[in-house]
């Protein structure tokens, strides 16, 4: 077995001892524990629409591998080399969500996808993690010289990603993108003027939302009046976590991801619920806790200021999600299609956020007079 020493020069003996090992290891029971609930989860449902038994599992073991080679790749990277690849991701991005705009099937009402034989792409969730870095560099430019007018690309670019993600449509992910970005701005200097003043285009937009997107208020409607039908998914959800109690049924032994369409995607964690307990959903919890705490504390002595707002704008975006999935599934939140990280099913979804904890653990590595990038 080989093992890293200190006086070890080798690329991969200085990233041992520069990455952050313990979210190193907190994400990688992220993606054990993804992998046994997607194995629990989702052959009930692949046998409910026709499919082979362990035809989601085979996918999702099939992309995990793929996700642990970019997380170590790109972490491996120095901060300006994972800017300048965020940066091509993004205009990437941009390219392709035009693009489902243009040729993308409908689904459900939306075109958010793109097929490359069995493969089903969602550009927008690579969109999230490349804006938030280049969203960073801007607003390290305009901190480090008046004359790069970083805060106002920035916020062109912003608008460039809301309007495509509204011509979807894609609501939700509008808002964390517009929360990431507006936290962001806040660390950078934001005008105490200029805060109250995207509060109110944020109330106000919110307000344009649920009166232009019919599906959006009727999500609203039925979370505030669940007596009103149609939360057939939640209402399955809520009985889970009641007949889980504190230590579940048992791994198998559920019975939720029988009828609930979603148990192997968005509603995951009802399952978890259900099998595992709620001991274990809190497992979980602080497990997503760890990252984020850990991360955040990793920054306080970082001296870079593009680290510090990408960093940020990453950990900040994962933490939404993983809440607004949890949120969802315990009535706590309107419905969203978003995917638990690293525990729900989704090869987009995967590969997205081992784009973002690669980066992220690029930024927090330690590293010697850390100047700007």
């Known amino acids: 077995m080989t093992t890293f020493t200190r006086l070890d020069r080798s690329v991969v003996g200085r990233w041992w001892w520069t990455v952050d090992r313990w979210t190193l290891l907190a994400v990688g029971l992220l993606l054990a524990m993804g992998g046994m609930m997607v194995l629990a989860a989702s052959p009930a449902v692949a046998e409910r629409i026709g499919l082979d038994s362990f035809h989601f599992v085979k996918r999702q073991f099939f992309y995990l591998p793929v996700a642990i080679g970019i997380i170590f790749s790109i972490s491996l990277m120095s901060p300006l080399w994972v800017r300048r690849l965020a940066v091509i991701v993004f205009g990437v991005c941009v390219l392709l969500t035009v693009a489902t705009l243009l040729v993308g099937p409908e689904v459900k009402g939306a075109k958010r996808w793109l097929h490359f034989g069995s493969f089903t792409l969602q550009p927008t969730e690579f969109l999230k993690p490349s804006f938030a870095v280049v969203a960073a560099w801007m607003f390290a430019q305009q901190r480090k010289s008046d004359e790069i007018p970083g805060n106002l690309i920035s916020m062109g670019l912003f608008v460039l990603v809301v309007g495509l993600l509204l011509a979807q449509p894609d609501v939700g992910m509008t808002l964390v993108i517009s929360a990431v970005w507006f936290a962001q701005f806040f660390l950078a200097g934001l005008p105490i003027i200029w805060v109250v003043m995207f509060l109110g285009i944020g109330i106000v937009s919110a307000a344009m939302a649920y009166t232009l997107f019919p599906h959006v208020a009727s999500r609203v409607d039925r979370f505030m009046d669940p007596s009103g039908g149609g939360n057939y998914q939640i209402e399955r959800a809520m009985e889970a976590f009641q007949t889980g109690g504190f230590f579940g049924v048992g791994p198998g032994d559920g019975s939720v991801k029988t009828v609930l369409p979603d148990a192997h995607t968005d509603f995951i964690f009802a399952v978890v619920g259900e099998e595992f307990g709620v001991l274990f959903c ?25 680290v510090v707002l990408a960093a940020a704008g990453l950990l900040t975006q994962f933490g939404l999600q993983a809440i607004i999935n949890m949120g969802v599934n315990l009535r706590l939140m309107p419905t969203k299609g978003m995917t638990l990280p690293f525990i729900s099913y989704g090869g987009s979804s995967m590969l997205a956020l081992a784009f973002l904890m690669g980066m992220l653990l690029a930024f927090s590595r330690r590293r010697v007079g850390s100047g700007d990038v």
Request: hydrophobic residues 70%.
């Open 282 to 306: 809190l497992v979980l919890v602080a497990l997503f806790a760890f990252v984020i705490l850990r991360g955040l504390s990793r920054l306080l002595a970082e001296k870079n200021f593009f």
